[in-house]
């Protein structure tokens, strides 16, 4: 007699769409490979925050566990740089919480508000983690068009309140996968609705620094300066290509936060001491130059696929931020085959944009994420290819 020994939960993982593509990779293509499925930068973490860590490495004092919601020199200095960036004002005990990195905190924050039962809106196509992490709760989901402009979706997420009642709405701009990027009416407007209904927002602020065409990126706090009813996530992975570190926050009104907290403490022990002083230098000493030139490098790199998807004769919308582009498959193609035909023919990997909701069906994901020159190299490709 056989057992199932695994739960029945792992079924929201499946198809696995990355496994899909590490299982492409295990055949040399055609032409040399141009990784662009990745969701990471490609650059290392800036050398005035690895001296941080270095310096910090010997002390025993931090070989210790850190505190358990995060140390006090990141805690403050993540409420400066609300402060500065976003004219928002935070209590950095009350309102500030560090994280293992923002898929850990997506996970630990629903899991701490989220009944079984509870209906949750989440962006269509949207990061994976949203879809995943609501079904481990047990929560309903409910999806609503992320591949609009985020005005237009305000009216069909006032739709689902009136019908739901939702106990969370979660938004992501600059968007992953779409690059869509929300302004400060939409967010007033949301936090209206948010109001009006009485659904939290969960905002995911993870591509804060990376917008192009003079795009201004907003937090949601911006249009609820009392905090109620709002967290936000906060991250450290791809503006300071710290991806590898695992470290982030989530800011938050302190009810939302102390759940957060409570159950947190049960998972984890935080991060490393000398790895949240190195975030908490990226916050103070980072120089202004060096967010432009990583908008500046973005934004080359996404005019430079965009000329060879022009040239391809494929789909696409341009993004406003964010890494990443979202392309139509052919007519009639479906996102596994046409990522396997990119793979083997053009040696250009990508992601099938089922990985990001059903909206993403017809879809396939492509990174900003290797140097210009790479970058032109697959546009050429494409443009050269046109077999579709």
Known sequence: MKFQLESSKLEFFRPDAFGFINGL?????KQKMINLSIGAPNRPTPEWIVEV???NLSNPAYHTYPPQHGAPELLEAVADWYRKRFGVTLNPEENVLVTV?????IFNALHALVNAGDSILVPDPGYPTYFEAVLFTGGKLLTYDGDVDPIATLDEIESLAKLHKPKMAIVNYPSNPTGRVANREYYDRLSELSNKYGFVVMSDLAYSEIAFDNFEVNSYFEARQNLE?????????KTYNMAGWRVGAIVAEKRLLDAVKLYKSKIDSNVFYPIQLAAAAALKTT????????REMYQGRRDAIIEGLKASGLT???PQGAMYVWVSTPE???PWSFTEKLYREYGILVVP?????LNGSKKVRMGLVQEFEAMKDAARRLAEGRSW
């Not at 990779?25 to 293509?29: A, F, G, T």
């Not at 990195?101 to 905190?105: F, M, T, V, Y």
């Not at 009813?229 to 992975?237: H, I, Q, T």
Request: no cysteine; aromatic share 18%; proline share 7%.
């Open 25 to 29: 990779k295990k055949e040399p293509p």
């Open 53 to 55: 860590m270095k310096e």
């Open 101 to 105: 990195g923002i898929k850990e905190a």
């Open 229 to 237: 009813l709002g967290l936000e996530y906060f991250a450290f992975s």
């Open 287 to 294: 120089p202004d130059s060096y967010y432009r030139d990583l």
């Open 316 to 318: 696409f919308t341009a």
């Open 332 to 334: 009639g193609t479906d």
């Open 353 to 357: 944009g089922t990985a990001y909701g």
